[in-house]
């Protein structure tokens, strides 16, 4: 396979898991079968459906059973807190005292922001996976609860503010609305709907008349039985049971965000949504440890309140990937560990020596960062990093190679990296405005050659790399 | 972290869509569908109403079900979105995805104004890693007409990048 195929597969890989999976998409299958009208029986199947179907996505639920009182839940103020703001709030007109805004997580990211004073919810999302997709509207949620006549949908769009509308069942038109304050990378849409209406659509229409995006309201979960006790857990998490009730189905403030099956012998199963993680494991695990890049979090386990002897957990995300996680007895005693690096296997298969870190990378959003030298069958030596490798032009052509954009807390960094020729002896980048940022090199344990590699603000106009090669010889400038 | 699924020579219609529904998403978002989840379901919606002859061809069925209803709405949409602006350059995010946006926009913007039917190929050979026969299959063309796709959509994306 050459350059530009591998490249493809990695580039299509990465963009595939930018499109959400529906909690509800079993839900909306059946009932377009049902609608189509031709019998056919409906297999038990919860549990495999639920592998699937225990995914992150937005989705709106129109009934939802009571909400819990959250007025006391650290989880909460955890999820929004430590951002910085990106411009003013956007306050919408509903008796639940709904407020967003845009901010910049710890690490740079861009997160649209929510918080909900009745009853009281609030949480942050990263854009970044609505700005890679084909999408030009986000739903991101509403407010309504069980029972409510009115509410308000809610969501971000990109490009120029658009026209919101819904149409109702009676065919009338409600109008929405958007606004950006200043400072705001984009704009936060609203559209205030009644239960009766039946709102199905939420269409964005530009200027001149052309519809630009339609978002669908998706189908119900199932509601509790009424007699099934709902458990509330940490963040304003709900969990009840659905689909039988072979299933739990996990929501908040009206969306679902996850359904996993209950086992007899409840295999751990752990769904990350809004900026938890939760799942269900078995009544032995009396606590859950979640491991990531950057350290450990942990939390004790519910018992499940439907006499199953099973146990559900919720706590907040890492800042970080996460690597394994593990049940604990009461005792301490680690009962189970499931481990869930990031399939780096896909780029390592061919890997020379041992990966070295990219100095500076631990503190980066989806870092640190690895390089190594690896032998591609049919191409030759390649310099990989975390995210894909790129083929190895060490000889006289000068420095070319791979770019990795960070966002540090102290600002957005440009890393650059590369085979280093035989006799470099510098390699530094040149700024448009004359400053310049030297690089280093490293010999990763094992590899015959070097690498180098460079950091650079990411506002930074560079405009050459300059390689010394300590033979007496001026720097050679390589433009960019 | 998940149980495996039992193995069985002819899934069922739960199994299959537990197995499969996340990767027709997925393929009608890289084949340009502005809401791939309405295309994934429909696709098993319909699947779930026909009976095949074979029942082991139902994977192929849904395959061949994405790509047509994909091409179908795009084909919808085309005329609606003729005045429609270009997109802003996304902002930047400090999401994993994000920084494999970065890395990847380049080709990612060249593989999308690819004709739809290059971009069809590559989708289906480099992200679902079919053959040329399970490609030709999806896409109601020949053999010889995959190949000669693939070879100009990787013939312009290397003149391209």
Redesign the interface.
């Known amino acids: 396979m050459n350059d ?2 591998e ?16 909690p509800g ?2 839900h ?2 059946r009932r ?2 049902e609608r ?1 009208g ?1 019998a ?1 029986l ?2 038990p ?1 919860a549990l ?5 179907a ?2 992150v ?1 937005p989705a709106v639920s129109r009934t939802d059973p009571p909400r819990p009182d959250a007025a006391a839940d650290p989880v909460i103020d955890q999820l929004t807190a430590g951002s910085s703001p990106l411009g003013g709030p956007v306050t919408l007109d509903d008796p639940s005292g709904v407020e967003l805004w845009f901010a910049r ?1 710890r ?4 997160e649209v922001c929510f918080r909900i004073d009745r009853p009281r919810s609030g949480g942050c999302r ?4 609505f ?6 509207a986000l739903y991101m949620g509403t407010t309504e609860v069980a029972g409510a006549e009115e509410f308000v949908d809610y969501g971000v769009f ?3 503010p658009a026209t919101v509308t819904a149409l109702t069942r009676d065919g009338s038109v409600v109008e929405g609305s958007m606004e950006q304050p200043p400072g705001a ?2 704009p936060i849409w609203s559209i205030p709907l009644k239960a009766a209406d039946q709102v199905g659509e939420i269409r964005f229409t ?1 200027a ?7 978002l ?1 309201r998706a189908s119900l979960p199932d509601p509790p039985a009424p007699a099934d006790p709902a458990l509330t857990l940490p963040g304003g998490l709900l969990a009840y049971r659905a689909e039988g009730p072979e299933d739990v189905l996990f929501t908040r403030r009206g969306m679902p965000l996850g359904r996993t099956p209950l ?1 007899p012998v409840q ?4 769904i990350p949504g809004e900026g938890l993680l939760f799942g269900v494991v078995s009544g032995a695990t009396a606590h859950v440890t979640v491991t990531f890049h950057d350290g450990e979090k942990g939390v004790d386990t519910v018992p499940d309140p439907w006499g199953l002897g099973l146990a559900l957990f919720a706590l907040p995300d890492g800042e970080t ?1 996460m690597t394994s996680w593990a049940g604990l007895d009461a005792s301490g005693t680690e009962l189970w560990r ?1 481990r ?1 690096e990031v399939d780096e296997e896909y780029f390592t298969r061919w890997r020379i020596g041992e990966p070295v870190t990219v100095p500076g990378s631990e503190g ?3 870092g640190p960062f690895r390089l190594w030298w690896a032998d591609v069958p049919g191409q030759g030596r390649q310099v990989c990093g975390t ?2 490798c790129v083929p190895s032009s060490q000889d006289a052509l000068g420095p070319s190679g ?6 540090l807390p102290e600002g ?1 960094e440009v890393t650059r990296y590369g085979a280093a020729g035989e006799g470099w002896t510098s390699v530094t980048a040149v700024a448009a405005d004359g400053r310049r940022f030297p690089g280093s090199f490293v010999r990763p344990p094992g590899a015959a050659y070097r690498l180098w590699f460079l950091r650079y603000p ?1 506002d930074a106009r560079i405009a050459a790399i300059a390689v010394g090669h300590g033979d007496g010889e001026k720097e050679r400038l390589h433009p960019q | 972290m998940e149980s495996p699924t039992v193995a069985r020579e002819t899934p069922s219609f739960a199994e299959l869509f537990a197995s499969q529904y996340a990767a027709m998403v997925r393929l009608a978002g890289l084949l340009g569908a502005d809401d791939p989840e309405d295309i994934a379901q429909e696709a098993f919606a319909r699947l779930h109403r026909r009976t095949l002859r074979d029942a082991g061809s139902s994977l192929a069925y849904l395959r061949s079900t994405v790509c047509n209803l994909t091409r179908n709405r795009i084909r919808h949409l085309r005329i609606a979105r003729l005045r429609r602006p270009e997109p802003p350059e996304p902002v930047p995010s400090g999401e994993h995805q994000a920084l494999v946006a970065e890395q990847h926009r380049e080709l990612l913007g060249a593989l999308d104004r690819l004709p739809r039917r290059q971009r069809e190929a590559l989708v289906l050979r480099y992200w679902l890693d079919l053959s040329e026969r399970e490609i030709a299959e999806a896409m109601g063309v020949s053999a010889g007409s995959v190949k000669t796709h693939m070879s100009r959509a990787l013939a312009t994306l290397r003149g391209t990048l």
């Open positions: 530009i195929e490249r493809l597969r990695a580039a299509l890989h990465a963009r595939a898991q930018t499109y959400d999976i529906s998409a079993w909306e299958v377009r079968t189509g031709r056919r409906w297999l199947a495999a459906v639920a592998v699937a225990a995914l996505a997580g690490q740079g990211e861009v990263i854009t970044a996976g700005e890679l997709s084909s999408q030009q990109r490009g120029e990378p984009m530009g001149e008349g052309g519809q630009l995006a339609v669908r086992d295999t751990p199963r752990l990937a499931v869930t980066s959003v989806g995210l894909g791979a770019r990795i954009t960070t966002y957005a990411r």
